[in-house]
C-alpha cells in the first residue's frame, strides 16, 4: 500500500478507489491521455542509422515520463512489420518511400508530401504515421567538388554538360526508374558508361568517384563520406527519386497525444546533416556508442 491506515476497511476502501482510477486512465484504447510512465517498446532495423533514429525516439519520450523497451537491430521489414503487427514493438523509425514501396511498389508518388499521403492510404488499419522528418537517406546523384565547380553541376540535368561520363552504381541501377531509365527518359541524359559497383555506395563506389574512374556515383544522402571527401548531391528537381524521409510508424494502440507532441518535436528538428552527422560519429574514428550520439543531438537541439 502506497499509505499507512489505520485500518484494515480504510485499507481496502483506498485499494479499490486506486483500481478504478487505474481502470479510467486506461478505459480509453487511443491513449490520447498520454500519462507521463506509459509503456512503449521501440524497434530498429538493423544498421547503425536506425539504431540512433531509435535512440533519438526512445530518450525523448522517457525525458517526458515514458517507460520505454528497446528491442533494436532486428533485421529488415520482413521481421519489423510483423513485430509491428504482434505487438512485440510499438514503435520505429522508418522511411516514407521505402515503406510506401512495402506495400505498393507500382506507386509513382514521388514528393514528400506525396509520399506520405500514399504511404498513410496503404499501410495496415492498425498501423499509423506521424509527421516526417526533412531528413532523408536516400539515392543520389553524387559528384566531385572539383567536377561540380569544374563544370557548374549543381542539378541532375547538369550532367548534360559532361555527357558523355561513366556513372558507378549498383547492377540494379540500370533497370530502376531513378537509375539509368529515369536518367534518359526525364533528364534526356542517354550517353553514359555503366560501372556496376556492388557496395550500395559505400567504400568502394566513393574510391571510384574521387579516383575519377566514374564521375558520377549513386551514393546515399546520409553517407558520412559525403562531407569527409568533399562531394556533391545533386539536385532532382523532376523528383525521378522519390523522397525517404525519416517517420515515426506506430501500432495505433501505443498512440497518445503526449507521445505525436514528443516525436512530433524531434521530427521538426531533425535534418539530414544531422544525420550526416551522427553516422560519422558512430561509424567513423570516434565509434560512438549510438545511446550517446543520440543523446548529445537532443541536447544541442534542446530537446532534453
Not at 17 to 26: F, I, R, S
Not at 95 to 104: A, E, I, K
Not at 208 to 224: E, G, H, K, N, W
Not at 237 to 264: F, G, M, W
Amino acid at each position: 500500500m502506497r499509505t499507512r491506515s489505520t485500518t484494515l476497511i480504510a485499507g481496502a476502501a483506498a485499494a479499490v478507489v486506486a483500481l478504478g482510477l487505474a481502470g479510467c486512465a486506461t478505459s480509453d484504447p487511443t491513449g490520447s491521455g498520454g500519462d507521463a510512465g506509459e509503456s512503449i517498446t521501440i524497434g530498429s532495423f538493423a544498421f547503425s542509422e536506425s539504431e540512433i533514429l531509435a535512440e533519438i525516439y526512445a530518450q525523448a519520450l522517457e525525458a517526458e515520463g515514458f517507460t520505454v523497451e528497446r528491442s533494436l537491430n532486428l533485421g529488415p521489414r520482413q521481421t519489423t512489420i510483423p513485430a509491428l503487427e504482434d505487438g512485440s514493438i510499438d514503435l520505429i523509425p522508418e522511411y516514407n518511400g521505402n515503406l510506401l514501396s512495402f506495400y505498393d511498389d507500382a506507386n509513382a508518388a514521388r514528393t514528400t508530401e506525396e509520399v506520405d499521403t500514399a504511404a498513410a492510404s496503404v499501410i495496415p488499419e492498425e498501423f499509423q504515421l506521424l509527421a516526417s522528418s526533412p531528413a532523408e537517406d536516400k539515392d543520389a546523384y553524387v559528384v566531385t567538388r572539383a567536377k561540380a565547380e569544374e563544370f557548374g553541376l549543381s542539378s541532375i540535368a547538369d550532367l548534360a554538360k559532361i555527357e558523355p561520363f561513366t556513372l558507378g552504381a549498383n547492377p540494379q541501377f540500370t533497370e530502376f526508374s531513378y537509375g539509368l531509365p529515369g536518367l534518359a527518359d526525364v533528364y534526356g541524359i542517354a550517353d553514359v558508361a555503366f560501372q556496376p559497383i556492388e557496395d550500395f555506395g559505400g567504400a568502394d563506389t566513393v574510391k571510384a568517384l574521387v579516383d575519377d574512374a566514374v564521375q558520377v556515383a549513386d551514393i546515399y544522402t546520409t553517407s558520412p563520406d559525403l562531407v569527409a571527401k568533399d562531394l556533391v548531391v545533386l539536385d532532382d528537381p523532376e523528383h525521378i527519386i522519390a523522397a525517404q524521409n525519416v517517420v515515426p510508424l506506430i501500432n495505433r494502440s501505443a498512440y497518445s497525444a503526449k507521445l505525436e507532441q514528443v516525436l512530433d518535436a524531434v521530427s521538426a528538428k531533425l535534418t539530414t546533416d544531422d544525420l550526416i552527422a551522427l553516422r560519422e560519429r558512430v561509424e567513423g574514428s570516434e565509434k560512438a556508442q549510438a545511446d550517446v550520439a543520440a543523446k548529445d543531438w537532443l541536447t544541442e537541439a534542446g530537446l532534453i
